[in-house]
Every structure is written in C-alpha cells, then in structure tokens.
C-alpha cells in the first residue's frame, strides 16, 4: 500500500517532492503540467515555475530551510506523488545538484524539443517581453562569440543556444542519479500523441493510468518574423554535432532535428 500525505504543513510530514519536470524551456512544459493535474493521485506545485533551486539566494545558509519549498504545495490524502515544473533546472548548473541533495532519490521528466525551433521560439518569447531588441541575427551570433569565451557565464534571458546543449545537461544530471531515474520525452511526441506519453509517464512514477485526455496547444502562434534560411543554416551548423552526441548518448535517433 502506498504512503499517503498528511497536508497539513507545521507537523513532521512524511513526504519530500518525489518528481521534476526539470526541462526544456519552451519544449512542452506548460500542456505536461496540466495534463500531470488532471490525474486525481498527483500533487502539483501550486503554480507552475517554483524555481527553488535555481535561485541561489536559497542556498546561501550552510543550513537548508526545506519548508520555504514545500510551501509550493498542497498535497491532501488522495495523493500519492508529488511534483512541480520549473524548466529551467536542466540548464542551471547548480540546481540538478542541489535537487540531488534534497532528495537523490527523485524522478526527473525532461521534454526535449529541436534546438534549433526552442531557440526561435526562445528569442520571440523575449522579444515579446520587451527584453530582447536585437535581431535574432544578431542574438546567435553575438551568444555564440560569448560561448567560445573563456569567461562565459549562464545567461538566464539570452541563452538562446546554450539551453539547446541538450547532452551536456543530461551529462550533468546523469553525474547525480540513475538512468532510470530519468524520462527522456520529444516534444514532438507530447504534442502528437500526449496519451501515449502520460502512461510511459504513468508507468515511470508508479501511478495508475491516466485517463484519455485531448491535445493541448499552449502558447502557440504564429510568428511575426520568419527564420531567414541563414539563420536556420547558423542553427544546422552549430548543433550538427551536439545532436549527433546526444544520439549517442540516449541511443535515439533525431535525424529530424539535423534538417
């Protein structure tokens, strides 16, 4: 029989957050979070984007204040797992070790999208927040002079490419946990055929199945500027190895991606 939740917070609780989807920004994240809320024995985080171990004022104390994370949630006695989505974890360094440390025996989804359209998609989502006035030209050039840096440091905003490295944050997550403690799943599968990845999903968390849902199209639109075909050239060039790496890596084929 599975441990169910106490909810009421100020008490011992008998729970740690048992799983993450800790990744790709602009690769599915929103439509999984709410396709994961519909199912009656999950607890998500009470808003989506937590973003506890990413930020670095958390970890200032030599003594970790757990409970300013789990205020995040609501769990009640119906639920049997407990979860969140901040998916900018996968690409901040430090955060894949300090969810190691919270609790190294969590699960971690990670939904991952062609490099090339999530940085696209990266530079209009920017661009419409009014914090990006460069071309998207301009952007991938000027990022990948900064990259070749010695002195490069993570960029949260303008990380157009760098969030794109997919095998060196899988390296990085597999420095900590298990192979089996992650699941790998391609956008382009979540977006065609959802049902099909809530029960790997399912089956992955130890819950029971999920009921049938219908395709969620968030954050979905149209573009106002196209990708030029230099730039989608830039894009090919600089990821034609990364991809071929993460191949080798999962021992999956994304020859869709080097197009």
């Avoid at 690769?27 to 024995?41: C, E, K, M, S, V």
């Avoid at 789990?70 to 989505?85: C, L, R, T, Y």
């Avoid at 490099?115 to 030209?137: G, L």
């Avoid at 968030?218 to 060039?237: A, C, G, V, W």
């Amino acid at each position: 029989m599975k441990k169910k939740i106490h909810s009421i917070f100020g008490k011992k609780l008998p729970f740690k957050v048992n799983f993450i989807i800790c990744g790709v920004q602009k690769g599915g994240t929103t439509a999984l979070d709410q396709y994961l809320r519909i199912h009656p024995n999950i607890c998500m985080a009470d808003r989506k984007e937590v973003h506890y171990f990413d930020k670095d004022e958390n970890f200032n104390n030599s003594k970790l204040d757990y409970s300013k994370y789990h205020k995040f949630f609501s769990p009640e006695n119906v639920h049997e797992i407990i979860g969140e989505a901040t998916p900018i974890y996968v690409y901040w360094k430090s955060a894949i070790k300090r969810i190691y440390n919270y609790n190294s025996k969590i699960k971690l989804i990670l939904v991952l999208r062609n490099p090339s359209k999530r940085a696209f998609s990266h530079w209009n989502m920017e661009r419409d927040r009014n914090r990006e006035q460069r071309s998207f030209w301009n952007s991938i050039n000027e990022e990948k002079s900064k990259l070749l840096s010695s002195d490069y440091i993570q960029n949260r905003t303008f990380s157009y490419l760098d969030r794109g490295l997919y095998s060196l944050q899988i390296k990085n997550i597999y420095n900590y946990f298990k192979e089996n403690q992650l699941l790998i799943i391609k956008n382009e599968t979540l977006r065609d055929n959802p049902n099909s990845v809530l029960k790997k999903i399912a089956s992955f968390l130890s819950i029971k199945d999920f009921d049938k849902v219908e395709h969620k199209e968030i954050h979905s639109r149209t573009y106002p500027i196209k990708m030029s075909q230099e730039e989608s050239d830039f894009l090919n060039d600089f990821y034609k190895n990364e991809i071929e790496e993460l191949e080798k890596i999962l021992n999956q084929d994304f020859t869709s991606w080097k197009k």
